[in-house]
């Protein structure tokens, strides 16, 4: 069965700095793995998705990367803001449709 | 322009009565899913639907029945509502095919009394 992890559970840095969320899984037989984002009483933004075969993806400031053999993954966030203050969610798709997610990351970011 | 949407956003009630849950997507995808997070903030698949056809149905109890009238809509309808189904419930769609992103809706925060 399928377990993700993330860790840490929660994360305080001050606004600037650069920092690194880690998602673990136990079955490396996934299609893909996606990071989404979870702000307070709303729903979930997509970030990032890594297909199997890729090793990472980037978008603005955020770079993910995936070992699929080790199972892990990581979102590196560059030079962070008090707005990515959120939940950071990774979820791996082990080949049906659903998605397995993680436990999260409660990140806050300070001025 | 509201890609996935979920009505209502709130919702309060006393145990035993029946709820629906509604889920409207206009992405054009083929396939709709319900999630439930529960208060430690764990996602979880409930049900998927592919093309108005179940495809996933994990455990469940079935006071939990999900309908899909077309590709763009999924309801979700719960009988005899109990405590522990308090939870914010998601609905997510996507087009078929393991390499798609799934996207979803704002969450319907289900409260039992």
């Known amino acids: 069965k399928q377990e993700v992890t993330q860790i840490p559970a929660a994360l305080s840095v001050p606004e600037g700095e650069n920092l690194v969320l880690n998602c673990s899984f136990t079955?490396?037989?996934?299609?893909?793995l996606q990071w989404f984002r979870q702000d307070p009483g709303k729903g979930l933004t997509s970030l990032l998705l890594i297909q199997s075969s890729q090793r990472e993806q980037t978008s603005g400031r955020l770079n993910a990367s995936l070992d699929k053999s080790s199972g892990r993954s990581t979102l590196y966030i560059a030079a962070s803001q008090p707005g990515d203050s959120a939940t950071y969610l990774c979820?791996?798709?082990?080949?049906?449709?659903?998605?397995?997610f993680g436990t999260g990351t409660r990140l806050q970011v300070t001025l | 322009d509201t890609a996935v949407s979920q009505t209502p956003k709130y919702l309060v009630t006393q145990m035993g009565n029946d709820k629906s849950i509604k889920c409207e997507q206009n992405l054009g995808h083929d396939t709709m899913y319900w999630y439930k997070q529960d208060s430690k903030k764990f996602l979880k698949i409930m049900f998927s639907?592919?093309?108005?056809?179940?495809?996933i149905n994990e455990t469940v109890p079935n006071r939990f029945s999900p309908k899909s009238p077309d590709k763009a809509h999924l309801n979700l309808h719960i009988n005899s509502l109990e405590l522990g189904d308090s939870a914010v419930y998601f609905c997510?769609?996507?087009?078929?095919?393991?390499?798609?992103?799934?996207?979803f809706g704002p969450g319907t925060r289900l409260l039992v009394l």
């Open positions: 997510a769609s996507s087009q078929s095919g393991v390499l798609e992103t799934q996207y």
């Open positions: 079955d490396s037989a996934i299609y893909n």
């Open positions: 979820a791996v798709r082990p080949g049906s449709s659903k998605l397995t």
């Open positions: 639907y592919n093309n108005k056809e179940l495809i």
